[in-house]
């Protein structure tokens, strides 16, 4: 069975600054989907990045980029100039071949004016 | 284009009720899925309807159900409440199929309170 690991509860990065959140995984599959969803506190989780994981490249959007290695199964996100926005839940979830996510814990991220 | 919807927002349910949620995704979309979050456990999978057809199931209990109609919208019952029930429930959309199958589109909740 997959899992997902994120062992950062909390995180804290003063606005501007870049932070950078960790998550590993575990899996037998050779390919799948990794991706980084924020739930601000209206709850609403909201994609900001995904990485296939056939692909070599690491994926970038705006200021958010991850730093993916497959052998190592890791997967940190990057999120650059942080804004006061930015402050939410990180999760970390896995697509496994049967269409279901899986998730990590999450990391509760603070952004200090 | 509308987002997912999920009905009601709020619900407070005695011990013992049943209950339903609703969830309307994106047009176009024939994939629902429903999590379950709360936060001893985090999120956890309940099951995915495609097409009317429950493609998969985690490992909840028999009192967790759902189903999904012909325009896609789903729903998903708690039968015999538990306290244990109390929980954010999340839905999320996608095409089901090809690449875009890999992005979901999440609801913004329906938070269930067992009382």
């Known amino acids: 069975a997959q899992t997902v690991t994120q062992s950062q509860p909390e995180m804290s990065v003063q606005e501007a600054e870049t932070v950078t959140l960790s998550c590993t995984y575990d899996?037998?599959?050779?390919?799948?989907?990794l991706f980084w969803y924020k739930q601000p506190p209206s709850r609403q989780m909201i994609l900001v990045i995904r990485q296939e994981a056939y692909k070599q490249q690491n994926a970038t959007e705006n200021r958010f980029s991850v730093n993916f290695q497959k052998a190592a199964k890791s997967f940190s996100l990057k999120i650059s100039d942080s804004q006061l926005g930015d402050a939410a839940m990180y999760f970390c979830a896995y697509r496994s071949a049967n269409y279901q996510l899986i998730w990590g814990a999450g990391t509760k991220l603070i952004i200090k004016p | 284009k509308a987002g997912v919807t999920q009905t009601p927002r709020y619900l407070i349910k005695t011990r013992g009720q049943q209950v339903t949620l609703s969830c309307s995704p994106i047009s176009g979309h024939r994939s629902v899925s429903w999590y379950q979050q709360t936060p001893g456990q985090g999120l956890q999978f309940l099951f995915e309807?495609?097409?009317?057809?429950?493609?998969n199931k985690g490992n909840f209990p028999g009192r967790f159900s759902g189903r999904q109609f012909s325009n896609s919208r789903s729903e998903m019952n708690v039968s015999t409440l538990e306290l244990g029930d109390s929980a954010l429930y999340l839905c999320?959309?996608?095409?089901?199929?090809?690449?875009?199958?890999?992005?979901?589109?999440f609801g913004q909740g329906t938070r269930l309170t067992v009382v």
């Open positions: 309807y495609f097409s009317e057809t429950q493609r």
């Open positions: 899996t037998s599959e050779s390919d799948y989907y």
């Open positions: 999320a959309s996608s095409s089901g199929t090809g690449i875009g199958s890999t992005e979901a589109f």
